[in-house]
Nanobody
C-alpha cells in the first residue's frame, strides 16, 4: 500500500519561501510520476508541478514557472517542492500524488491521472 506523507506547509508573507516535502513508501516508483497539486477554497484542484521519477524531468504550471522547483531524492523516496517569491494567490492546500507514466513515458497534468494522494498541507501567503 502506497503512503504519501506531506510536510512543510505554513504561514509566510508575500515574497517569502517555503519547502514542501512528500515522503513516499510502499513500492518502487520507476515508470511513475510524482506531482504536486493545490486546491484553494471554492476552486478545483489544480496541477502545480510534476517530476518523472526515473529521468528527473520536471514540468510546471505556467503560474509557478520560475518561482517553484520540484526535485526528488531517490534514496529517501522523497519529493520536494521549493516555493519562492510566494504570492497570496498561492494560498491553498497542497497535495502530493503518485501516478503511472502515461504510455510509459508521459507525465500527467490532471488529477485523474494520479491514483495515490497525500493528506495535504496548508500553505497560507499573507499580503
Amino acid at each position: 500500500q502506497v503512503q504519501l506523507v506531506e510536510s512543510g506547509g505554513g504561514l509566510v508573507q508575500a515574497g517569502g519561501s517555503l519547502r514542501l516535502s512528500c515522503a513516499a513508501s510502499g513500492r518502487t516508483f520507476s515508470r511513475h510520476a510524482m506531482a504536486w497539486f493545490r486546491q484553494a477554497p471554492g476552486k478545483d484542484r489544480e496541477f502545480v508541478a510534476a517530476i518523472n521519477w526515473s529521468t528527473g524531468t520536471t514540468y510546471y504550471a505556467d503560474s509557478v514557472k520560475g518561482r517553484f522547483a520540484i526535485s526528488r531524492d531517490n534514496a529517501k523516496n522523497t519529493v520536494y517542492l521549493q516555493m519562492n517569491s510566494l504570492k497570496p494567490e498561492d494560498t491553498a492546500v497542497y497535495y502530493c500524488a503518485v501516478g503511472p507514466l502515461i504510455s510509459g513515458v508521459a507525465v500527467g497534468r490532471e488529477a485523474r491521472q494520479y491514483n495515490y494522494w497525500g493528506q495535504g498541507t496548508q500553505v497560507t501567503v499573507s499580503s
